[in-house]
């Protein structure tokens, strides 16, 4: 029999009573423990230790759940990192694992790292409980008293998953309250309600939030969403609606099979639909997304709410019309809120106001001919189904009224070699201004050998140049290995070249040399697509 727990002065309350919902909503990011159930994802202990310091020190989210208990040496030490951090910045009390009902085992292990709070789990439907437990509800809930009285004589704070919540709601509703009418008297410090397969929809989540809420009004229960049927941000603001105390979300919304609710979709909407107050810093949501997707190898889609590359961006003539005449189409969510930037695409959609707004952000002074004849031939390249960036412009333009473009850089000779076993090479002649430089560069490959020589003329030609940020290379299907290749090139300080060419290498060192002119022309990061606003960036 386990020794009796120390139980809260809370009841189960009448069934007429009506929750109470808080201002104030907390949030819990489960990326580095939920997050790291998605295929493939496995995050180090150092990278795991830098998205901790992020998620707490600069996004600002209440608590973040870090680790599985006993997964492994590893994990732990990992967790003894964060801790010690944690520690030292006074926030210990806000780091969690998830912990299993085996009495002592889970909290010594994580009590050997230095954490004091962790999230039990617990079965929240009859199927779970005695189809893969084998165990009456009340023996389950001995165990779970068991690991709950040693994790109070340890210093632990407990918290209670209990999975398979929304099965239990849909088929063995006695079940659940059976238990939680325990639970609501023992001193669990929160009650976490997940949605563990993505089944629910929000008119069911409001409904069981609400009858839970009724019946433990002083009791506080979290919401934690799956996205499965692509509900989980849906169901996690129909949660906060009902009246939940805390949410739970992953950042990019990694999680197993279809992920979790996405922290950044979520934040967003519970700001612009309801009262309730988040303490997360919108402007650091992109710059975590970005290090989550490198850190974790997922790319996110570009249409992607709030973090997507392109949802921010105008492509439609129409919407960029309206928007120079008076902001017609922006809504509550301005990209300024997020540290980003409105962009009107150039394309086969473009209409004269899309051109205008990049002209106009290059400086570019042109009649209404010379702009009626360029963005001809943007559409035209759009209906070849070549992406033109705004950065093009200053060729496009070149080009349409046959004015020669200024090459400052021009490379006049290049041998690249690479052999097996050893590093490439790379020999180079460039001209620069009127000037000739010579440079020879080794490298991992051949194009970083090229970038090698030509980092190492830079300060000579005066030239600060950025740095790569990422690399995507295009082959047609069909498999043949004479293929034109189209390499585009994203570079730290926001500019994006490419070049198309049969090898994979000189297409990479052609769409430098445009970044190269580019930034001997003063271009500068988003200086030809970005137009500021000056709508309030941020709603509580």
């Known amino acids: 029999m386990a020794a009796k727990t120390t139980a809260k002065k809370t009841r189960p309350a009448a069934e007429g009573t009506s929750p109470r919902p808080a201002a104030r909503l907390d949030i819990m990011d489960t990326t580095l423990r939920d997050g790291e159930q998605t295929d493939g994802v496995s995050f180090p202990g150092r990278e795991k230790l830098l998205l901790a310091q992020r998620l707490l020190g600069r996004v600002k989210v209440d608590r973040i759940e870090v680790a599985s208990c006993r997964v492994s040496p590893g994990e732990q030490k ?52 005695e189809g893969q437990l084998r165990k009456t509800p009340a023996e389950h809930r001995a165990d779970i008293e068991a690991t709950l009285e040693y994790a109070g004589r340890k210093g632990v704070t407990t918290n209670i998953y209990l999975e398979d919540w929304s099965n239990g709601m849909l088929h063995s509703p006695d079940y659940v309250f059976e238990m939680l009418d325990h639970y609501a008297t023992w001193p669990f410090e929160r009650i976490l309600l997940p949605d563990t397969l993505g089944i629910l929809n929000p008119a069911q989540v409001t409904d069981f939030v609400t009858q839970i809420l009724r019946r433990y009004p002083n009791t506080l229960f979290e919401f934690h969403g ?7 941000p849906a169901n996690t603001l129909a949660a906060a609606m009902a009246g939940v105390h805390g949410i739970h979300c992953t950042v990019n919304g990694l999680g197993e099979r279809a992920g979790n609710a996405s922290l950044e979709e979520v934040v967003a ?14 402007k650091e949501l992109n710059p975590v997304s970005r290090l ?29 019309d309206g928007d120079k005449k008076g902001r017609l189409y922006e809504s509550l969510l301005s990209p300024e809120r997020f540290g980003r930037d409105r962009v009107y695409a150039l394309g086969k959609l473009s209409g ?64 690249v070699t690479s052999a097996l076993g050893v590093s490439a090479t790379a020999t180079i002649r460039v001209g620069f201004r009127g000037t000739d430089y010579e440079a ?5 490959g051949g194009f970083d050998a090229f970038m090698t020589a030509v980092r190492s003329i830079a300060p000579a030609m005066k030239l600060e140049l950025p740095r790569l940020a990422d690399y995507e290379v295009h082959i047609p299907p069909g498999g043949k290995s ?11 300080n926001g500019l994006r070249t490419k070049a198309v060419h049969s090898d994979q290498v000189m297409a990479a060192i052609e769409a430098t040399e445009r970044m190269i002119n580019l930034v001997a022309q003063g271009v500068v990061a988003g200086s030809t697509t970005r137009r500021k606003s000056t709508r309030s960036a941020d709603k509580d």
């Open 440 to 444: 020879v560069g080794t490298g991992t």
């Open 226 to 232: 799956h996205n499965d049927y692509g509900l989980g």
């Open 292 to 320: 989550v997707e490198v850190f974790s190898g997922k790319r996110m889609a570009d249409n992607k709410p709030i973090v997507g590359r392109n949802v921010f961006t105008q492509t439609a003539g129409i919407h960029a």
């Open 352 to 415: 004269r106001s899309n051109l205008d707004f990049n002209l106009d952000a290059l400086g570019m002074q042109l009649t209404k001919e010379q702009r009626a004849a360029v963005l001809k031939r943007v559409v035209e390249l759009g209906d070849l189904k070549h992406a033109v960036t705004a950065e093009d412009l200053p060729f496009i333009v070149a080009d349409v009224l046959k004015a020669p473009q200024e090459e400052s850089f021009v490379l006049k000779n290049l041998v």
């Open 482 to 492: 004479d293929a034109l290749v189209q390499t585009t090139i994203t570079w730290d």
């Open 269 to 282: 909407s519970v700001r612009d639909h309801t009262k309730r107050v988040v303490r997360v810093e919108e």
């Open 78 to 129: 990992s967790l003894a990192e964060i801790m010690a951090w944690a520690e030292s910045k006074g926030f210990a009390d806000r780091v969690e694992v998830l912990s299993f009902v085996d009495r002592n085992e889970s909290v010594d292990w994580l009590r050997k790292a230095g954490c004091r709070r962790m999230n039990l789990l617990s079965k929240g439907s009859r199927r779970h409980c």
